[in-house]
């Protein structure tokens, strides 16, 4: 029995999931995307994965860099969240800054936390890579921020 793709996005968009920036430099170039398919995999070592379509600008140049940056988003970033996934509908972009950092890892400054990662695997997932990190750095502001989530196709907010 074929399941339907639409289905199947609604049943899996019932998971409470954090969103992320993944950003990568190549070629000198700063690429990034929005991405809520990210997730810790081992504590020794440490490991994160995110998994990226196959076909998209980044998809195509994921096995060109050395490593990316996780950028966990707080509330305050949605408009970021929008553009990077490609929906920003405003002529000029919300206002955000990439740091440089390390291992071809940019962190986007205001994050809740970002991790810095270099590559380790990429396999293969269907119409997605699944990129494997190893984690070598963590950058998080002084005060903790509250997390973007997003819910049932649409953001949402914690409630303490």
Not at 35 to 56: E, M, Y
Not at 120 to 148: K, N, S, Y
């Amino acid at each position: 029995m074929a399941i339907d793709g639409r289905a199947f996005r609604q049943a899996v968009g019932q998971f409470v999931t954090g969103v992320t920036v993944i950003a990568l430099e190549i070629d000198g170039e700063i690429r990034a995307m929005t991405a809520n398919s990210f997730t810790s995999l081992s504590l020794d070592p440490p490991l994160v994965l995110f998994c990226l379509g196959k076909h998209t600008r980044a998809g195509q140049m994921v096995h060109r860099a050395a490593g990316f940056s996780v950028n966990i988003l707080c509330e305050e970033q949605q408009d970021l969240s929008t553009y990077f996934a490609g929906a920003w509908k405003q002529e000029t972009p919300p206002p955000f800054t990439f740091t440089a950092w390390r291992d071809g890892a940019p962190r986007l400054d205001g994050a809740a936390v970002s991790l810095c990662c270099v590559t380790q695997r990429i396999h293969e997932g269907g119409d997605h890579w699944i990129v494997v990190g190893e984690v070598v750095g963590i950058h998080r502001p002084d005060e903790p921020l509250p997390p973007l989530v997003f819910f049932g196709g649409r953001y949402a907010a914690l409630k303490a």
